[in-house]
């Protein structure tokens, strides 16, 4: 589907548990897109679902020019009540933890199985993000670990932090170019 002049739209999701950051890395990402103002999440199709969602086109290396449309849970992850709608159609999925959070690393493999379990045939693409790597001296994972369970589950992993903007871009980016090359 043309999208903005885009080739491609790919359907993306943040998952993990509450406070691990993911709407503050989702708004970082979209507004660091030149000229950008304080992004507004757009609206949703369904008031129900209670889903929020963002835009940004990226440049693929190598590749052509695609649209990111990045889904957030709102809060609802709190509850682990995500309708399978929020699921549906998704091609990449970052799955948070808080770095300083050990829980929050610990239930990442039950937002995986929770993915693993809507998806048909087409299996989305997943980068494991951990984040508020800013705080290094409370953090409580390390990079080691995370590397075992990325490798675990298939994926790659990525420290990433909103408040000193620290690469916030490259995890987009490695999820994006991971998504082209299982087109
Ligand atoms: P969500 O519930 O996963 O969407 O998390 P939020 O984005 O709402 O952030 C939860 C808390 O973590 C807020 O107090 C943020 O200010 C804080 N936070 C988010 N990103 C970072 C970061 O990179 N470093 C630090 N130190 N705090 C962060
Ligand atoms: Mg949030």
């Not at 020019?65 to 999925?93: M, P």
């Not at 929770?114 to 951990?130: H, I, R, S, W, Y």
């Not at 290094?136 to 298939?154: D, F, P």
């Not at 408040?163 to 087109?183: E, G, H, M, P, Y």
């Amino acid at each position: 589907m043309e999208a903005g002049g885009c080739r491609y739209q790919f359907r993306i999701v943040l998952l993990g548990d509450a406070a691990v950051g993911k709407t503050s890395l989702l708004r970082r990402y979209v507004a660091g897109t030149p000229g950008a103002r304080e992004p507004e999440p757009e609206s949703e199709a369904a008031p129900t679902v209670g889903v929020e969602f963002y835009s940004r086109a990226l440049q693929l290396r190598a590749g052509p020019r695609i649209k990111l449309q990045l889904w957030d849970t709102a809060g609802h992850e709190r509850f682990r009540c995500i309708t399978r709608s929020f699921y549906r159609n998704v091609v990449g999925v970052l799955l948070v933890f808080d770095m300083t959070n050990r829980k929050s690393f610990e239930h990442i493999q039950d937002w995986h199985q929770e993915v693993m379990a809507t998806q048909g045939p087409d299996k989305a693409v997943f980068l494991l993000v951990g984040h508020k790597s800013d705080l290094q001296s409370t953090r409580c994972v390390s990079a080691q670990e995370a590397e075992e369970l990325a490798t675990s589950l298939g994926m790659a992993f990525v420290e990433t932090s909103a408040r000193n903007n620290s690469n916030v871009d490259l995890a987009f980016d490695t999820l994006a170019d991971a998504i082209r090359q299982a087109l």
